[in-house]
């Protein structure tokens, strides 16, 4: 069996998740605050028997950031593990965890595995104790009666309330109010009608921890206390290998002890200590009452006793101290990995938690780590929670769950989740794992899709290398900056790439950008293509039926190429002019070139001309170094800008842009609004100054009040 699921429900900054896991090594991926810990937490909460979180430890920040006030609401934390095995069944703990009907399967269908074997599912309910539970009952429809029992409540008369066989999905709100009710509207759940069959049959959890073990690593920072504590890593490996040692071993041990003992204490100093230590009590006592006293040496001969003496020692040094932090915390990890090997004990199973390995791990060898991490033997699952690039590269994606985070609410997101079947009905891939095609895809392009907070799709060379120098030049800010990373496609296909986007997997905004391939020169030109246009229209027809209902990808159509939509943009012919200087080296040519590039008539022509002699890539890296201020983005890209980068904008950011603009001009009315925005000491007076320049009339040309309004829907 296998750790499968994990709901959280209302802990705090988790108003309602899901985390899904697999069989092996599992990451959770996520920013600084997103919530890793804290997910880790809920884990411990109700596995690990050596965390002790009860009503005592309860806080009122362990609620839902998202709830206004936490008094009556429950906390929901619930594990589902799946590929529970005829031999496992006889155990009648893990009997007692097995959900025995297909219907119910259904309703947490979503946090199993799609085998034939059995599901079992362990949750603590964090609630009013029943007392509580039923006067707010009673006082139901009552706002005055019903608020003032509220408020009485106090943490203390919260209890931990563990069970098995709980048969919902709680992360769903209508679930999570048929059994508390709606307590911001004075409604709560009669306790006297709790329905087992959605919450589960009361269990001792310690009969559960008994059988599944949970070992946790924290974050490595202080590796030489921990190795000098008394039950560090090496006495508890010792401790467990006691009973395998050979006893002619421990014989001889025993024997060279009490040799070291008897030699110890026949030295005649110590010999003197006792006598005066015996004549002294005389002296005091009398010889009536004095015992006599000797000093011996009592070095225990039982290996248990005898580990605490066992340390490591590097080769060529004389103390372990004298490592770097890098080489302690490999030490370490390695070692903990060698005691949960040694001492798991537990015979359902053994799951170890990591949270961040790469902590003072040099980047270089994080992937090394990861790779070598899985000690997936047996019936050992590994879960690790990480913020590095380096591991998350080496982590598989069917295998992760990446957190996000929007106004202290954070979410799990699960890329690969349904994703086969979503091929086969929408992309008629019948027969082809499109989690492995994009496994593979995403070999080269994981970290911008994972660790990006919008994402624009493009379809070759020149969009990746102009689009972010053209973001730069015009509005004084790099995509890194507002969080949107670019993927060049290579291709048009975009929808495998696209199907990661959606609000089962990867809740993140993405903005694909296609050609319409409207042809821009005549039918004689050998650059007209007669099917492109009609190849175009299929496309849109397809990104929208994909799409059109999936409110986390949108499609922003350029009439045609990229390259004749940079062009037509107002002055940007001039930049392909300054860049035909850079190509040519005789004079004629430059001319004539620049001369086609300058007129209407011929300009399309020699775009296109020129993309295919130079090669789209290179002349758009050319035209990237001719960029300034002036350049004009197409609007298919500022709307696909403002969509990818939208829960990411800020005041501050507005703030930068703006600045960036302001300065570039010494208008007296640019001045006093560069001004308003240098003396805004907060949120208000910023916003203020900013909603003064986009809408004084004066500004309505420029293209960062443009942008932002784009952002805005105006």
């Known amino acids: 069996m296998f750790l499968s699921g994990l ?3 209302n802990f705090r900054n988790f108003k309602s998740s899901c985390f899904i896991f697999s069989e092996g090594a599992n990451t959770v991926i996520g920013e600084n605050d997103s919530g ?4 880790i937490t809920c884990l411990r909460m109700l596995l690990d028997d050596s965390f002790y979180y009860n009503t005592k430890r309860l806080k009122e920040s362990d609620f839902s950031y998202a709830i206004n006030n936490w008094k009556g609401h429950w906390i929901i934390i619930s594990a589902t593990f799946s590929n529970i095995t005829s031999t496992e069944k006889e155990s009648d703990i893990c009997a007692s965890l097995i959900v025995d009907d297909e219907e119910n399967i259904a309703s947490v269908s979503s946090l199993i595995s799609n085998d034939n074997r059995d599901h079992g599912i362990v949750t603590l309910f964090v609630r009013p104790q029943r007392g509580i539970r039923k006067k707010l009952f009673d006082a139901s429809g009552d706002k005055a009666t ?19 066989k709980s048969k919902a999905d709680f992360c769903h709100d209508d679930v999570y109010k048929s059994i508390v009710g709606d307590i911001d509207l004075c409604e709560a759940t009669n306790p006297e009608n709790d329905d087992t069959s959605i919450l589960g049959h009361r269990i001792t959890i310690a009969d559960v921890q008994s ?12 590796v030489l206390r921990e190795m000098h504590v008394p039950r560090n890593p090496i006495r508890r490996i010792i401790e467990t290998i006691e009973s395998k040692i050979d006893p002619a071993h421990i014989t001889t041990v025993k024997d060279k002890i009490k040799e070291l003992n008897d030699a110890i204490t026949s030295i005649g100093e110590i010999g003197v200590i006792g006598r005066g230590l015996n004549q002294k009590l005389l002296d005091i006592l009398g010889v009536v009452y004095s015992p ?47 005691e949960f090997e040694a001492c798991r004990s537990r015979e359902l199973l053994n799951i170890m938690v990591i949270e961040e390995p790469e902590a003072h791990i040099h980047a270089h060898i994080q992937k090394t780590l990861f790779n070598n991490l899985s000690v997936t033997q047996n019936y050992t699952q590994v879960l690790m929670t990480t913020h590095s690039v380096h591991l998350a590269e080496s982590s598989e994606i069917s295998r992760m769950n990446i957190l996000k985070t929007l106004n ?9 989740r349904q994703l086969d079947q979503y091929g086969k009905d929408n992309l008629k891939k019948k027969s082809l794992s499109l989690i492995n095609c994009i496994e593979r895809y995403l070999d080269a392009k994981r970290n911008v899709l994972l660790f990006s907070k919008g994402i624009l799709l493009v379809e070759g060379d020149a969009e990746e290398i102009l689009i972010p120098n053209m973001t730069k030049a015009a509005y004084g800010i790099s995509l890194d900056e507002i969080g949107v990373g670019l993927v060049n496609v290579g291709s048009t296909a975009f929808e495998y790439v696209a199907s990661l986007f959606d609000k089962s997997r990867i809740q993140r905004y993405c903005a694909i950008l296609s050609d319409l391939d409207k042809q821009a020169v005549d039918s004689s030109s050998v650059y007209y293509k007669s099917n492109a246009e009609e190849k175009g229209q299929e496309r849109k027809e397809k990104l929208d039926r994909l799409y059109s209902n999936n409110s986390w990808v949108d499609m922003f159509y350029a009439d045609h190429t990229f390259e004749i939509e940079f062009l037509k943009c107002d002055n940007n012919f001039e930049y392909v002019s300054a860049a035909i200087e850079k190509i040519f080296t005789q004079k004629a040519a430059i001319t004539r070139h620049q001369e086609n590039i300058k007129d209407k008539n011929s300009q399309n022509e020699e775009m296109l001309s020129l993309s295919k002699e130079e090669g789209k890539g290179w002349l758009a890296t050319i035209i990237s170094g001719e960029l300034n201020y002036n350049v004009r983005i197409p609007e298919y890209i500022v709307k696909a800008l403002a969509f990818a980068s939208q829960e990411t904008m800020s005041l501050q950011i507005y703030a930068k842009m703006l600045n960036y603009s302001l300065g570039l001009y010494n208008e007296e009315k640019d001045k006093h609004y560069l001004k308003l925005l240098h003396a805004s000491k907060d949120n208000m007076s910023l916003s203020k100054a900013i909603n003064g320049i986009l809408e004084d009339t004066y500004f309505e040309d420029d293209v960062i009040v443009e942008f932002i309004n784009t952002v805005f829907g105006k």
């Open 408 to 416: 202290q609410n954070s979410i799990a997101m699960q890329p690969m």
């Open 292 to 338: 006599e006293i000797s000093l011996s040496s009592e070095l225990s001969d039982e290996i248990n006793s005898l580990s605490r003496f066992i340390a490591m020692k590097p080769k060529n040094e004389d103390d372990l101290d004298l490592l770097g932090l890098g080489h302690l915390n490999m030490i370490y990890l390695a070692l903990k990995i060698v």
């Open 36 to 39: 890793k810990s804290n997910a």
């Open 211 to 222: 059988h599944i073990s949970l070992v946790y690593i924290d974050a490595l920072r202080d």
């Open 146 to 164: 019903f608020n003032e029992i509220r408020n009485s409540i106090r943490l203390i008369d919260y209890e931990f309330y563990f069970t098995s």
């Open 7 to 9: 709901q959280l429900v």
